[in-house]
């Protein structure tokens, strides 16, 4: 680890004074539960007044995070973990003042990889967190999801078609652990999958689409790498609609490796249109946000400008 003490304090200090550092000890199954003692003991030592909080399970942080930071005396929170955690951040503070750190220590990490923050990389984060408090926070968008009278945000990608029963499958699995569950998953998913007629609403435009998956992102990968949206911004003000429509399950399966790559955008079946609000409609379709559940369609989707602010 960073040996912190050696470290001088940040000129953002004076901005960012009191933080709380959100970990979950059960990221990367618990492999890296070194990694938010680590962080906080950098955050003191850079002369941070620091609220550590850690419990058993997801639930509870979630909980106990929000009471946190509705208290109102916090500058910012960092979270300390995979896209489940900056899930948890960013529903916590969109649309306020405060700013998010992320320290990618789980599975997938695709929000920290669209950020270009350090991946897997104890010492790597700690310092670039260091940086991004010297240099101060900026403003990112975020996606808004409503369904069924509720509201979520997403920073990354809201999935609604193959990939996400590939998701709800993974979630499922105890076996592999890592990056490897997810794509077991796409596999056995693959098996059964047929495509899925869609009905979807692109900025007032109604359409009929037979797809194997629509996905509508703000940053640029899903799955743990899987660049669906490689040309994605998070600050133009606008959202990535991705459509993959029907194909045979042997050439999915073909494409899929070209996806990791990001080198699928020109294929006849793929279509990427920038778009500001989508609705997406198709029975037995769950969808998921940031990697997490969010539940059955129909769901609307825009996206909300400069609604986060970040330390990356």
Do not use: C
Not at 16 to 25: E, G, L, S
Not at 88 to 95: E, H, K, R, S, V
Not at 234 to 254: A, I, N, P, T
């Amino acid at each position: 680890m960073t040996d912190a003490r050696a470290a001088d304090a940040p000129g953002g200090a004076d901005r960012i004074r009191r933080i709380a550092v959100a970990i979950n000890p059960q990221a990367s199954f618990g492999r890296r539960s070194t990694v938010g003692p680590a962080v906080v003991h950098a955050l003191r030592t850079w002369g941070h007044d620091v609220v550590e909080l850690v419990q058993p399970n997801f639930e509870l942080l979630r909980r106990e995070t929000a009471k946190v930071v509705d208290v109102g005396d916090l500058d910012a929170l960092v979270v300390v973990g995979g896209d489940g955690m900056v899930s948890l951040g960013i529903n916590l503070l969109a649309q306020t003042e405060l700013a998010l750190g992320i320290v990618a220590s789980g599975t997938g990490n695709d929000m920290a990889r669209t950020l270009g923050l350090p991946i897997g990389d104890a010492d790597a984060s700690i310092a670039a967190l260091r940086a991004a408090l010297h240099r101060g926070a900026r403003r990112i968008d975020l996606g808004r999801v409503r369904h069924g009278g509720l509201t979520t945000w997403f920073g990354g990608v809201v999935s609604a078609g193959f990939d996400a029963r590939v998701n709800e499958r993974a979630n499922g699995m105890t076996w592999p652990r890592g990056a490897q569950r997810y794509t077991v998953a796409m596999v056995r998913e693959l098996l059964s999958f047929k495509p899925v007629h869609y009905r979807l609403e692109v900025d007032g435009i109604a359409e009929d689409t037979q797809a194997m998956l629509v996905s509508v992102a703000n940053g640029r990968s899903i799955g743990g790498g899987m660049r669906i949206t490689p040309d994605a911004e998070l600050d133009d003000g606008q959202l990535d609609l991705f459509v993959v429509e029907r194909m045979s399950k042997l050439r999915l399966l073909r494409v899929f490796p070209k996806v990791f790559r990001g080198e699928h955008t020109d294929l006849p079946e793929v279509r990427i249109s920038r778009v500001h609000h989508v609705s997406v409609t198709a029975d037995a379709i769950v969808a998921y946000a940031d990697g997490e559940r969010v539940g059955p369609l129909p769901v609307e989707v825009s996206v909300v400008p400069a609604a986060l602010s970040v330390l990356a």
